[in-house]
């Protein structure tokens, strides 16, 4: 499968970029990993506070050219591969502090492989900002599959938004930083995770109809079956797949999970 084009717009902004350093708070002995470093905006600032980092660039040409441009070279570990391809495990065991302006078209497959290691402490994303609200939306209209799925394995909190002149090319939309900490703990079973994506994307799959009569039919259940765990939850059987918390999707997935 080919995969989609980049269209990456590269940071030139310092005063964002000191902004999103900041955000991941790094102290100098801390294990750094940015994703993408471009032209080396982010890299040089995190270079400020960290005696290394290590970083996965795609692009032959840019990797040369930040390697050029270190005054240092060997306190930087520069992986000239996609990051989709990249083998995590060849990394150390860190703890790990990720950073990245994630290019648009592949930010959420990106994240999605992060949120399945083990071995980050947080992480500070850039994204466009439309993305990066649904990411930590967990009520409101930008509540969805992809709010919930981060919900279910880290803590998400929305920063603040970027312009597009403070970048190169600028884009024709905002951007927007997000902070991620993984849980300490999982929140569902591996067997209840699997009924709490069957779940959502059931309820998300046709927003507009009622969330009940569509479980209901995913799980091939009887409708009287569901009412009954949507009373057990106090949920009005009317409500609709943005009616209703992450907390009770966990309650749901638990209680379809015990059959």
């Known amino acids: 499968m080919r995969r989609p084009k980049l269209g990456q717009h590269f940071l030139k902004d310092e005063i964002v970029s000191r902004k999103i350093v900041e955000a991941a708070k790094i102290e100098a002995d801390s294990s750094v990993l940015e994703i993408g470093p471009g032209k080396g905006v982010l890299t040089f600032e995190i270079l400020k506070r960290a005696k290394k980092i290590s970083a996965v660039e795609k692009d032959d040409r840019l990797s040369e050219r930040l390697r050029q441009a270190l005054s240092d070279p060997s306190r930087l570990e520069l992986f000239n591969e996609d990051f989709l391809d990249f083998n995590l495990s060849?990394?150390?065991h860190g703890p790990w502090i990720v950073l990245s302006n994630l290019p648009y078209a592949v930010g959420v497959p990106i994240l999605q492989k992060l949120l399945d290691w083990s071995f980050w402490s947080r992480g500070v994303f850039m994204l466009q900002k439309e993305v990066a609200e649904r990411l930590v939306a967990t009520e409101g209209t930008d509540y969805g599959?992809?709010?919930?799925?981060?919900?279910?394995?880290?803590?998400?909190?929305?920063?603040?938004?970027?312009?597009?002149?403070?970048?190169?090319?600028?884009?024709?939309?905002?951007?927007?930083?997000?902070?991620?900490?993984?849980?300490?703990?999982?929140?569902?079973?591996?067997?209840?995770?699997?009924?709490?994506?069957?779940?959502?994307?059931?309820?998300?799959?046709?927003?507009?109809?009622?969330?009940?009569?569509?479980?209901?039919?995913a799980f091939s259940l009887p409708r009287l079956e569901i009412e009954r765990?949507?009373?057990?939850?106090?949920?009005?059987?009317?409500?609709?797949?943005?009616?209703?918390?992450?907390?009770?999707?966990?309650k749901l997935s638990r209680a379809l999970s015990a059959g």
């Open 90 to 92: 060849s990394l150390s």
């Open 145 to 217: 599959i992809l709010g919930l799925s981060v919900f279910l394995r880290a803590r998400s909190e929305f920063l603040f938004e970027v312009s597009p002149e403070s970048f190169s090319p600028p884009p024709k939309v905002y951007s927007g930083v997000v902070r991620l900490v993984p849980r300490e703990k999982p929140l569902l079973q591996k067997t209840e995770e699997e009924v709490f994506f069957r779940l959502v994307k059931a309820a998300f799959g046709q927003r507009r109809k009622m969330a009940l009569g569509l479980i209901a039919k």
């Open 229 to 250: 765990r949507f009373a057990d939850l106090k949920l009005d059987f009317k409500s609709r797949a943005e009616d209703i918390s992450p907390q009770d999707y966990l």
